[in-house]
């Protein structure tokens, strides 16, 4: 079974503050895909960033940034300098096997405040 | 990147009848598409695969004969929700992916609310 935790449900901070979501997961397959999707309220989701259970290099995009760590099954994405607009759920997401079914976890909500 | 485009956006029907919600890949073709459903503040939970020219593969505690999907071309997809109850009021989501393991391709979602 796989499973996917985020612990924090709803993170507050002020603008241009940084804010790090934590993503753990489990799973007993070798070959994995982790994604993280933004949420804002009109409720479509936007994909963030895909990676492989191969590839643990981290990423930067802009002001997001992501660390996965195979060793403690982690995940974790942070936004640097957070503005208004980062303000949304975000969820953290994992296939096994490459079957592109997603388990998700239950989510951050961040808000920003201006 | 892809598009993934589901109709209608919201739909409000009545008790007892039947709601149809259309998903398809517009620039590309998908064998398979998800179909997911959220309630308010909560996760997404799957609910079921869609194989285009095949059955369904329903999650566990999802009815079958409740949630009807056909995936009848390499483009379409779509989920009926038969003799619909307040409780199946939600958000419903599909999503496809170009190829394995690459990344899901959302629609827009459905806002259902039966009255």
């Known amino acids: 079974a796989q499973k996917v935790t985020q612990a924090q449900t709803e993170i507050s901070v002020v603008e241009k503050e940084d804010v790090t979501l934590d993503c753990v997961y489990e799973t007993r397959d070798t070959t994995y895909y982790l994604f993280w999707y933004k949420q804002p309220p009109s409720g479509e989701l936007v994909f963030l960033i895909r990676?492989?259970?191969?590839?643990?290099q981290n990423e930067i995009s802009g002001r997001y940034s992501w660390n996965f760590q195979k060793s403690t099954s982690s995940f974790n994405f942070t936004i640097t300098a957070s503005q208004v607009v980062d303000s949304a759920v975000y969820f953290c997401?994992?296939?096994?096997?490459?079957?592109?079914?997603?388990?998700f976890g239950k989510g951050n909500q961040v808000v920003v405040i201006p | 990147g892809a598009v993934v485009s589901q109709h209608p956006s919201r739909v409000i029907c009545k008790s007892g009848t039947s709601v149809k919600i259309e998903c398809r890949s517009l620039?590309?073709?998908?064998?398979?598409m998800f179909w997911y459903r959220q309630f308010p503040k909560q996760s997404l939970m799957l609910m079921a695969t869609?194989?285009?020219?095949?059955?369904?593969?329903?999650e566990q505690g999802v009815e079958k004969d409740k949630f009807l999907i056909n995936h009848a071309s390499l483009t379409l997809s779509t989920l009926t929700v038969t003799s619909a109850h307040p409780e199946d009021s939600s958000f419903y989501i599909c999503?496809?992916?170009?190829?394995?393991?690459?990344?899901?391709?959302f629609g827009q979602g459905t806002r259902l609310t039966v009255v």
């Open positions: 997401a994992l296939s096994e096997g490459g079957n592109n079914r997603l388990a």
């Open positions: 990676r492989n259970s191969f590839d643990e």
């Open positions: 999503s496809a992916s170009k190829r394995r393991g690459t990344e899901a391709f």
């Open positions: 620039d590309f073709q998908a064998t398979t």
């Open positions: 869609s194989n285009e020219g095949s059955k369904a593969t329903y």
